[in-house]
Every structure is written in structure tokens, then in C-alpha cells.
């Protein structure tokens, strides 16, 4: 049986079931053997009854109690009932439309039952427990693997398929090298495959775990660098008068945070290297990037050289656009901006004071990489919010220059096992600090019945000259989920609930200009409450705005809401997060009270990661990564760093992994891995 072949022809695998099994992404014989399990339980122990907890799945060794009791409560369904005791206590146990379970119980025999336990009262049970006599283990006396499923598969079906094919099928290859399996002490691929369907005890479990874990891992980490590899070919300048970013510190009305100091100070040891520049700048809502950002850009106009950088809106690049123009002023520097809204005029003049080199400071969006901007000498360029652009966007941005040095910005922190997959091509700083005198914003978690009182509140904010946001997780009425309009909850707030305000409403259908212009007349002040959907999640700075409502918050991702929340505090009045949600559940509740009782957005994220899992993590989809199915990016740091220690010794022995024993590696890798721009790394 080769690995490549269907699973159409695997026995018990018809025509029918061969769709289901589709379903799960299984088409071939490899397909099977990384169809790994979800979970597994343990039917090795045995409990006494009278230790058994409601709701546990447990193994107990029993015998008859009572007669057993065959009936028909009503039609369609049979049930069968028996007592049984284990010496310690009594349990019931039921099996429905099993009938042949009345003949298989016989008085004075021992049996091992699994199953899940229910109390009623004082009394337990158990409903539909597997069961084999004591001696003769076929369900239970080992640790059984769980499935993933679909409908009309169960996990029997599944079972024995993966059986046939740990037996039937051809050597699976060893993608990792027999100095790699030495080195770090690993299990065979063929003995950690049979370990994982089919363990023999916990200890060797967790060996082919490891195992399995560690080649997902080595994939991403050579992924990670080979494309760091690339980016440092070339040579970028050497900027020669970093010291000036100290200058640069001290014009300033305020002191920078020791955070931000740190990390200007990584940036200018890259920027004094002729090796091109890879960095991520992790900083919290409100901790200084820009400041950050315009230090080094100080540094690269000093050095002679131009420095751009690239949002990803029109008014968060106005922004920055003003803030730098007041800033570089007393040093006569010239700051163009490039942005789709331009008349054809303005285009014009600032795409040749980039051209000839008179604007040393450039910003703008992703207008910025069109084929006729042409600059004069870059030197640095910076992305602000990373993960609203592709891997394409930054790329095509760092090749405006012959060999530039690339800063990325984001107010997302990151836990660090995801940024080490997510940005390993990067090196990492994190702005951990945020600048004194900034207000926590206070939280609060509610449901509907404190409406008049939300209400109130934010009449009460906008009478004293504040201004709200309200956020909504829809814009149209669904019929699935009971989740607030934007559009209808603007009429509605308009209409009849501040019918002497000035509301506007902003959401993602609507153009561009759009936007621009309803978010610009908030600024201006001119509207008292902004209702919008999460396109305000990355937005410009509204320092009157003080409140900020967000309906239906268990819609949202811990992550984002903490973003939607930073698009207020952003000035000198005292701001207030109101989360609604009227989901009582045991996740909603331990979500909002994350919120509640932090502003740290680091701890936010790694509990936001905890309660999503990394699928639906903003960052792995752009960057071409390929799902985990074994690893754990919460739990399996030490995976990954070992991972890592591996793939730089194979990489300094094979760089582009050539060699033979780096065959069925370099042939894994290829077909999993996509590096910038979507282009093969080894090509």
C-alpha cells in the first residue's frame, strides 16, 4: 500500500464513506497516518465506585447486583438495566436500543465497564459503558485514541482504517535526519506514528508526541530561517550617526519611556549594520511606536537617506503626516505624503519631492508601492499595524530601495511561542512600558437591563463636551445571530434615544471617502457619538473621546476588544470601556472578566489564545503557515526551542538543503511552507 495511493481502495472504504473521509481532508494513505488524534481516554485505571465524580469518564471493575431488566418505555426505543457493585458502592447502568446487552450479563462474572458518570441524587450511573469480561480486554485496558469527525463516520470507522494502514502500508520516510533523531534523543517516525494512534502507555505517548510536535515545529523554524537567510543577503546602508537619535530624544517636551530608549537602541545597532534590518516592534496600545518610529527615521535623514513609512488608512497616514511635521519642523525637514485620495495636483508634487529627494520624510498608504513611486535614497522603511497587509505589501514596500532596512510596527502584542511562528523572520522588540501619566481605562462588564443607566452615563460624558464610540459586531440584521445592527442601531439612537445629538455611523461596506469623512468630522468634533463596526480597530488618535460602548461583546476576541478599547484614553479625561453582553456562560464570563481586570494587553492576548486557539489568531493566515495539527503553541515552548536549535544546525550544514539525507525534509518543507510574496523560498 503506497503512501500516495486513495483511500478508495483501503478495505471498508467505499464509494460513500471515501466523501466522508474527504470531508476531513483525508484522500490518500499519508492522509490516514497525520489524521491524528484529538484526544484519548484512559480505560487503563480502575476507580472505585465510591470515588467516582459526576460528569468523569472512568474505568470500574463490577459484577451483577440485580437482575438484569429488559423493557420497551415506549416504541422505537429499547432499554437494558442493571445494578452492579463493585464491593465499595452501587451503580445503575443503562444501555438504550442495545438489546443483545440482556444475554451478554451474566450473574457471578467480573466486568470493566468505561463510561461517563452521572449522578441523580445520591445514586450513579452509567449510559451506554463499553464492557468486556475481566481478562479479556478489547475496549478497555488501554489508552484509546479519539477522532476527529464528521457525520456518518464514527470513530470505529476511523479506527479500523488507520489500523489497516499502520499494518498495510509502505515505510513511511524520516523527514528528520539520523544526526537530528541522535542529537536530540527522538522516536523513530514509524514507532512515534504507531505510538500515536495506538499508545502503549503514557510514557511512550508523550515520547511520540514530542516527536511528532518537534518535526511540525523544525518545518516552521527552517521556514523562518531560510526567509530571515534571504532578506539578509544584500547590503544595506550603513548608517553612520546613530548617536543623533539621543538628540533627537532630548528635543523632545518629555522623557521617553526606559522601553522605548531599549528598543530605539536595538533598532540603531541593526541601522549601523550593512546587513539589512528585520524588525518587529511590539508595543501595547498608547506605549509610543511613533515615537519610536520617528527616532529612527531622524537617525536614517542624518545618515543622508530617506525614511518611509506605510498605514494601512487614509487618516491614520494623515495622521502621522501632521504628528511628523510638527515634529521634524525645527530641523527644516520636508515630509511628503502619498495616499489614494489625492487630487491629481497634490499626487504630483509629492511624488516628485520623493523623487528628487527633497522630501526626507515619507508617509503614507499602500499607494506608496504603486509601480511610478520612485524615491530618491531609502534607507528605512516602517509598516504601522503589520497585520492589516499582506506579506506581499511588505515585501513590495522594502524593494522600493536596493537593499533597505524594514521595521514593523503593531499595537497587537503577540504572545511570544505565536510571534516566534507567526514573525520568526523577524527579530522581536517589545515596548513593555507604558508612558507616565496615562489613565487605566476602566472597564465594566454588563447586560441589557443596565441600558438607562448606559444611556444616561454617556449624556452625562458628552454634556461636559466628551465624545462616544459605539461598537457593533454586524452591520445587517442576521437571522442567525441575535447580534446588534450597526445602520438599524444608528437610526434607532438618532431617532428616538439622542434625538439632540449628532451621530454618525461608520462600517465596512462603505467606500473609503466615506469613512474618511465621517471619522474626520468626529475629530473635528463635530459628531457627539461615532457608531461603528471594527473598522475603528486601528484609527486615529480622538482624545476627547472618553467613552466607549461595545454591544454584543462576546462576539469579539479578547485581542479586539482590547484594540477597540484603545481608541480611547487617548487624552487627559478619564475613559470608561462598557462591554454588554447578555451571555451567561461560563467562557463569556471569564472573557469579560479578562477585560475587567486588566489594561495589559500581553496577558490579554495569551488568555485570548488560550480561549480561541491559534486558527483564529489574527497573524498565521497571512503569513502562509500551514495549520498545527499536533503542536501546541500555548504549551510547547520548549518544543520549539529545541526545534530551533535543530534547524540551525541542519541549515549550517545544508543551506539550502541539498544533500541527500535532507531529501524527504527539503520535499515536506516545499510543499507546506509559503515565503514572502508567495514564492518558493528554495527557488
Not at 221 to 240: D, W
Not at 597 to 612: A, H, P, Q, V
Not at 615 to 637: C, V, W
Request: glycine residues 8%; neutral net charge.
Amino acid at each position: 500500500m503506497k503512501l500516495t495511493d486513495s483511500i478508495r481502495y483501503i478495505k471498508g472504504v467505499g464509494e460513500k464513506k471515501q466523501l466522508l473521509f474527504n470531508k476531513l481532508g483525508i484522500y490518500t494513505v499519508a492522509d490516514v497516518l497525520y489524521h491524528l488524534p484529538r484526544d484519548y481516554e484512559d480505560r487503563t485505571s480502575l476507580k472505585p465506585i465510591c470515588e467516582l465524580i459526576d460528569g468523569e469518564s472512568a474505568c470500574i471493575m463490577v459484577r451483577l447486583a440485580s437482575e438484569v431488566k429488559s423493557f420497551s418505555p415506549r416504541r422505537g426505543l429499547k432499554m437494558v438495566q442493571a445494578v452492579m457493585s463493585d464491593g465499595s458502592s452501587q451503580i445503575k447502568v443503562v444501555w438504550f436500543n442495545m438489546p443483545y446487552m440482556a444475554q451478554k450479563l451474566k450473574p457471578n462474572i467480573e466486568y470493566v465497564l468505561y463510561g461517563k458518570v452521572s449522578y441523580r441524587g445520591m445514586s450513579c450511573e452509567m449510559v451506554n459503558p463499553v464492557l468486556d469480561e475481566s481478562g479479556n480486554h478489547r475496549n478497555t485496558g488501554g489508552i484509546v485514541p479519539i477522532y476527529p469527525l464528521t457525520g456518518g463516520l464514527t470513530q470505529k470507522n476511523i479506527r479500523d482504517v488507520i489500523n489497516i494502514v499502520l499494518t498495510n502500508a509502505e515505510e513511511i520516510p524520516e523527514l528528520i535526519p539520523t544526526y537530528i533523531l541522535n542529537e536530540f534523543k527522538l522516536m523513530g517516525i514509524k514507532e512515534a506514528m504507531l505510538e500515536i494512534h495506538n499508545p502503549t502507555d503514557f510514557e511512550k505517548f508523550k515520547q511520540a508526541r514530542y516527536r511528532l510536535a518537534f518535526e511540525e515545529l523544525l518545518t516552521f523554524q527552517l521556514g523562518v530561517c531560510m526567509v530571515k537567510g534571504e532578506k539578509k543577503k544584500g547590503t544595506a546602508p550603513a548608517f553612520r550617526d546613530v548617536k543623533c537619535a539621543s538628540e533627537f530624544a532630548k528635543s523632545l517636551s518629555f522623557e521617553l519611556t526606559n522601553a522605548q530608549k531599549r528598543v530605539i537602541n536595538d533598532i540603531c545597532r541593526d541601522l549601523k549594520s550593512s546587513e539589512p534590518m528585520n524588525r518587529l516592534v511590539q508595543g501595547d496600545v498608547g506605549s509610543g511606536k511613533t515615537m519610536v518610529a520617528a527616532a529612527v527615521m531622524f537617525v536614517s535623514i542624518k545618515s543622508g537617506y530617506q525614511a518611509v513609512m506605510m498605514a494601512p488608512t487614509e487618516i491614520l497616514a494623515k495622521q502621522h503626516y501632521n504628528n511628523f511635521k510638527k515634529i521634524f519642523s525645527k530641523w527644516n525637514v520636508t515630509v511628503a505624503i502619498l495616499i489614494g485620495g489625492q487630487g491629481a495636483a497634490e499626487r504630483r508634487e509629492n511624488l516628485e519631492l520623493i523623487k528628487s529627494g527633497r522630501a526626507g520624510i515619507i508617509v503614507g498608504t499602500h499607494a506608496l508601492i504603486s509601480e511610478n513611486v520612485e524615491f530618491y535614497r531609502l534607507g528605512l522603511a516602517i509598516t504601522d499595524e503589520q497585520h492589516r497587509f499582506g506579506v506581499r505589501q511588505r515585501s513590495s514596500l522594502s524593494e522600493k530601495g536596493e537593499s533597505v532596512h524594514m521595521l514593523v510596527m503593531t499595537a497587537t502584542p503577540i504572545p511570544r511561542t505565536l510571534s516566534l511562528i507567526a514573525y520568526g523572520d523577524l527579530d522581536i522588540s517589545v515596548i513593555d512600558e507604558l508612558p507616565p501619566g496615562r489613565q487605566p481605562i476602566e472597564t465594566f462588564a454588563v447586560n441589557e437591563e443596565m441600558r438607562p443607566r448606559i444611556n444616561s452615563f454617556i449624556m452625562k460624558n458628552i454634556n461636559e463636551g466628551r465624545q462616544a464610540y459605539i461598537v457593533c459586531p454586524l452591520v445587517e440584521e442576521s437571522e442567525t445571530l441575535d447580534a446588534k445592527s450597526a445602520i438599524e442601531y444608528a437610526e434607532n439612537l438618532k431617532n428616538k434615544v439622542f434625538p439632540n445629538l449628532e451621530i454618525g455611523l461608520i462600517y465596512g461596506k462603505m467606500s473609503n471617502k466615506e469613512k474618511e469623512e465621517v471619522m474626520s468630522r468626529f475629530v473635528s468634533g463635530e459628531l457627539n457619538i461615532l457608531v461603528s463596526t471594527t473598522v475603528i480597530e486601528v484609527g486615529v488618535d480622538v482624545p476627547n473621546a472618553n467613552v466607549m460602548v461595545i454591544e454584543n461583546a462576546e462576539r469579539f476576541g479578547l485581542s479586539q476588544l482590547h484594540q477597540l478599547r484603545g481608541r480611547i484614553g487617548r487624552g487627559k479625561y478619564k475613559s470608561y470601556c462598557i462591554l454588554i453582553s447578555n451571555d451567561t456562560g461560563e467562557t463569556a464570563r471569564e472573557r469579560m472578566k479578562v477585560m475587567c481586570m486588566t489594561n495589559d494587553g500581553f496577558k490579554i492576548s495569551e488568555r485570548d489564545l488560550e480561549l480561541r486557539g491559534p486558527g483564529e489568531y489574527f497573524g498565521t493566515r497571512q503569513h502562509g503557515l500551514p495549520g498545527l495539527k499536533i503542536a501546541n503553541i500555548l504549551t510547547d515552548m520548549d518544543i520549539l526551542t529545541e526545534a530551533q536549535k535543530a534547524a540551525a544546525i541542519i541549515l549550517k550544514k545544508d543551506r539550502y538543503l541539498e544533500l541527500d539525507e535532507h531529501k524527504y525534509l527539503k520535499e515536506n518543507f516545499e510543499s507546506k511552507f509559503i515565503s514572502v510574496g508567495g514564492r518558493g523560498i528554495l527557488s
